[in-house]
């Protein structure tokens, strides 16, 4: 590649960051008012999200991510068959939302008792993907392509 064309294919990536950015923001927004309720109990995966800007020779690629161990269950949901989900983690969201159940006689649960509910249930019927990425750039196609417009232009 000649000096002139790798010059440009840098100035074309820098510009892209701040499009890389606007995107990103876009999906925070989109999480933090996700519905029925938001991709945000711990933040964990709010804070773990960014992006890079990757010339790879052929395309220049905007790369969104979160980098969270649980992604691909926020993201494309998950269906556990024949394996349990872990207790522990689904105890410890009982315990930060605070709930508060009643069984059959009126008598309140413990953390664990209603963990183990909400065990069983994921078990089950697994859990509902929230393409969050893949949503925020099917509604925003429109802006995000002014948004490459105006950065290349």
Known sequence: MSDLVT???AEIKQRLEDVA???KNRVEQ???N???YPIRDTRAFLDALTYQVIDDGDYIIIKLWSNV???RHILGGSVYGAKMPPLAPIEAWVKRRQLSWVDKKNNPM???QM???IQKKIHKNGIKPRHVFAEVINEDMGKIEQWI???LS
């Open 7 to 9: 010059e440009i294919r």
């Open 21 to 23: 950015e606007r995107i």
């Open 30 to 32: 989109k999480i933090v």
């Open 34 to 36: 996700y519905k029925p």
């Open 69 to 71: 161990p649980y992604t």
């Open 110 to 112: 413990s953390p664990k």
């Open 115 to 117: 963990a183990f509910i």
């Open 149 to 151: 417009e105006r950065a």
